[in-house]
């Protein structure tokens, strides 16, 4: 709560859904532990052209056969993101996989395209995989329970509707069909995407296409009899959605090669290998690698019935049409894994539990099982957060009180903020309220309750310790609030701005920049950078830290100043610890750099060394100096620090 601690700009909730990222690259929409799979989808790709002018002729009732063999192998390596991880150790035993991974799987199978509609520019396509093996491994162990699932689910006609260029607009699963079969077969019938030129004038031509990563343009080239398709770039949204804490960068790589027969109008062949290169805020976190092969096998003509029975299986089908684009909501999969943490549990049957857990004497017991089912409870049924309010409300902090807590503020919907703010209501005690106060803190989207129960503490509470922690509270709420109400995050701000200037003591000079740096609002900049000029250095240091939320480039000069010449090492640590919240540009990097490699405090090294070696992949030089600091810094500390780093890491 308080503004000298850190909060890394990766959170938890990012990290597992970046774990789920890295194994998409090979098993496209899996779902495990946590999220196992986010929807990027497996990295597939396409190519397929024709020679002269290439031209689809989509002919109702035809049926065309290919034989498709489709391979990919991916490693991810997500260490550089873990900024929190504490280096060098390694009494996590799972930590090897969490980090660093490798998958592969396999599709082989008759690919069966039925024209079912047509006109002059859309066509309704069913598509079936027959004759169908699905291989999935993972870290060298084939998951085969998985694999037999995604098989069975993809036995089922997938109606798409393409343009007269072959591109596939969208596609409607039976809905049954599981999300995991699902992503496989977006990918896979991406990967069969060829789109010819509107207009065949030359022999290049580029198009807007998607698939499962997203959407990315395409170039292709003809010579002679041979076609080959590119991936020029993935196409980055104009506008990152709301709450999105990670952006990956697709750099793809290779191309496929294709046969088409103008005179029929169709495919003949597609084969080669493309690569995928993925980044997250300038750090590489895996690599993919397609291969794929398709080949014509043979054309039918379906008699009328068969026809008929599939046209009325495509009309009847009401599930919604999708891109092969398509990215499952943030909610949509929050809310599938909340379901499935829940499992069968009830509201009676975790009641139970924490019974057992009251009456527990085992104080060290593992909680973390039931903390997590409780938190899918609150999650997906909203209406037991008063249920589970009754039981803690006016009892002492225990066990079961700081696990329901937790979980109503890790939820934070208005249903858990309402529950937190009756539990808080119920105490007065400071032993309490220290639980209660932080939790409904957290909350991502605070409603306007939980800004007066925690503005009353605040102003009128008679206990300085519970006043001081509910201002601190007002700070993280502002900071919250900043996008979504600035309205109201600005006014909760202008009341400590107000309160800073008429403050008659360091106490009070203290207490208003500590909540002033959890809002980290750019209407405070000016009236806290006139403090980190104070010739107190205990004000100057909390000044320095109450900036690092601060959006605004001059506070990177700011703190690179203090970092460079404040004599004071309470104020250069801060200092550091604050950069560190900061995106990492050339010129800070340089000071910090140097401030690393000059200074004689080791606080301030080690913040520093821990801010550099978040960045060691934009800036490769961060390794050499690591390597020299674990051999001959001066400090003890700082060695031990970097030769962790140099150890867990393997730094060359």
Partial sequence: MTSSKKAFPLHRRSIIALSGLLLAFAIPGMYGCSKQISEFGTVL???LVNQASPKYQFKVGERLTYKLDYRNVANSDLRALFSDLKQGNNSDPAAPSTFVNAFENRVQADLVMTVLEQNHDRAILAYRLQNLTVQITSN????????????????????????????????????????????????LLASTQFVTAKSPTSNTWETQEDDPNGQYIAQYRSSFDQFQKSKLRYVQPAQKPRGAKLTPIITPQGQLSAKFDSKAGRLVSLSGTETQNFEVSKKKIGQSETTLNLTYLEQNQLSAAELATLQKANTSRQTKAIALSYTISEQESEAKIQRQQLGESTLESLSSELDLLEKSSDKAQNTTELYLKVKALIYVR???????????IKSKPNQSMQLIVGALGAVGHPQAQAALVQIIQSHEDWESLSVLIPSLASVTAPTSETVKVLSDL?????????????????????????????????????????????????????QNLLVLGNAGLSRSLSSVTQFADSPQAEIRAVAISALRLVPDPV???????????????????????????????????QSQKQALQTDKSAKVKLALLKNLWQVQDQFPEVRQIVKQLAQGDESQEVREAASSIVSAFGVQ
Avoid: C, W, Y
Avoid at 382 to 392: G, N, V, W
Avoid at 465 to 492: E, F, M, Y
Avoid at 579 to 587: T, V
């Fill in 45 to 47: 790709s396409s190519s």
């Fill in 140 to 187: 060298g162990q084939s998951i085969v329970e998985q694999a037999q699932l995604v098989q069975k689910d993809l036995n089922q006609d997938i109606f798409a509707e393409v343009d007269a260029q072959g591109k596939i607009l969208s596609v409607r699963f039976d809905p049954s069909m599981s999300s995991i079969a699902q992503s496989f077969a977006r990918s």
């Fill in 382 to 392: 909203p209406e037991t957060s008063a249920r589970l309010a009754q039981r803690i």
């Fill in 458 to 510: 605040a102003f009128h509470s008679s206990e300085a310790q519970i006043a001081s922690t509910a201002q601190l509270a007002l700070g993280t709420v502002a900071h919250n609030l900043a996008q979504s109400a600035p309205d109201r995050a600005n006014s909760i701000a202008d009341r400590f701005l107000d309160q800073l200037k008429t403050a008659k003591s360091p106490d009070e000079l203290r």
């Fill in 555 to 589: 506070v990177d000069r700011r703190l690179t100043q203090a970092l460079s010449t404040d004599a004071e090492e309470t104020v250069r640590v801060e200092a550091a610890v604050a950069l560190g919240f900061r995106e990492m540009s050339p010129e800070s990097f």
